[in-house]
């Protein structure tokens, strides 16, 4: 079986996910859209596939999925309008950033009996992927807390900060999704505190730049988050699960693995640059996964129920931060 994938948005994940769509067995891209033309044409050129309309491709005969890659205010809507036209939708997070519109898109996909995915590559790392079969194997005994580090090179543009959710919708909602994954159990309250340390007009936008972040299960398990939106040594990505029997750990990706010893100390490469490097892999494992669950019939691995546990706790983070207090993820969901 051969998935042949439409592209929906050019920029920058569009362009990662036509890449990875290229390099996936069973996969092929058959046509790109984008309201900006010429960033479509690009990716047409670069990949050899057609460039074509939004009505084109919902109503084409050859295009059996779409990846939906356009600014996060169009998700619901195209994911609603894609499976009613009976394609298959992969889309990035987040599936809106209203919970209640996310729960009716979800519903509308049910009835309409479509597929959809939700974009969370990191589970798809291969060294998050051998820390999380370590675990599952019970090789630490039972989780009680998992540390993550999530830390960007650098801020977005102001212009996407003003669209995007905010740090806790945009770029912790990859740490709440894994933070879900490693502890296997829902969390069940939020505490976060969250700060303008690194660029004032961040927060005249009405976000926020630096966070911690703690999630606690009904069990009592913890998981502890720490994002900035800089990191001047570059994409810092770690994990470290701690259980009643040991640790497991995940360190970062750098350029290589090269490491010289001089007179002067140790050196060794910088890591890599931003996700589109660090995650190459993962996205196209993710890809790879979902060409697998339609040709084999089965759940997808990330599914919408993902996308809205995660957006419950990214608005629980920011009730907690606005009222200085753990939030229940009842009072959101």
Not at 18 to 23: E, F, M, R, V, Y
Not at 136 to 147: L, N, Q
Not at 168 to 189: K, Q
Not at 304 to 313: E, F, V
């Amino acid at each position: 079986m051969t998935v042949r994938f439409a592209v929906l948005g050019a920029g920058r994940i569009g362009q990662v996910h036509a890449k990875a769509i290229a390099s996936v067995p069973g996969a092929t891209l058959i046509a790109v859209t984008d309201a900006v033309e010429a960033a479509a044409q690009a990716v047409a050129e670069k990949h050899g596939c057609d460039l074509r309309t939004m009505e084109t491709i919902a109503g084409a005969a050859d295009v059996d999925a779409v990846v939906i890659c356009t600014p996060t205010d169009t998700h619901a809507d195209l994911i609603e309008r894609f499976t009613g036209a009976g394609k298959a939708v992969f889309c990035e997070k987040p599936i809106d950033l209203d919970l209640a519109r996310v729960k009716t898109c979800l519903e509308v996909v049910r009835g309409n009996g479509g597929k959809l995915m939700v974009g969370f590559q990191r589970r798809f790392d291969p060294d998050f992927l051998a820390l999380k079969a370590a675990i599952d194997a019970g090789a630490i005994g039972e989780v009680e807390m998992v540390t993550l580090t999530s830390r960007d090179p650098g801020a977005p543009p102001i212009a996407y900060i003003e669209r995007s959710g905010g740090i806790f919708r945009d770029m912790t909602i990859h740490d709440f999704d894994v933070a879900r994954w490693l502890l296997d159990e829902e969390p069940t309250h939020v505490f976060a505190a969250a700060s303008n340390l690194v660029d004032p007009a961040i927060g005249a936008a009405g976000d926020w730049d630096t966070a911690n972040i703690i999630l606690t299960t009904a069990s009592g398990k913890q998981a502890t988050i720490n994002n900035t939106r800089r990191a001047t040594y570059g994409y810092d990505q770690r994990i470290e699960v701690h259980g009643s029997g040991g640790s497991a750990s995940a360190d970062n990706h750098r350029i290589n693995r090269v490491e010289i010893a001089t007179a002067d100390g140790y050196t060794r490469a910088p890591l890599q640059d931003f996700f589109m490097s660090r995650y190459a892999v993962a996205y196209a494992a993710e890809i790879a996964a979902f060409v697998a669950a339609l040709a084999d019939g089965t759940e997808m691995p990330t599914t919408g129920k993902d996308g809205l546990r995660a957006l419950a706790l990214a608005d629980a983070a920011v009730r907690s931060v606005a009222e200085g207090r753990a939030v229940a993820v009842s009072e959101v969901l």
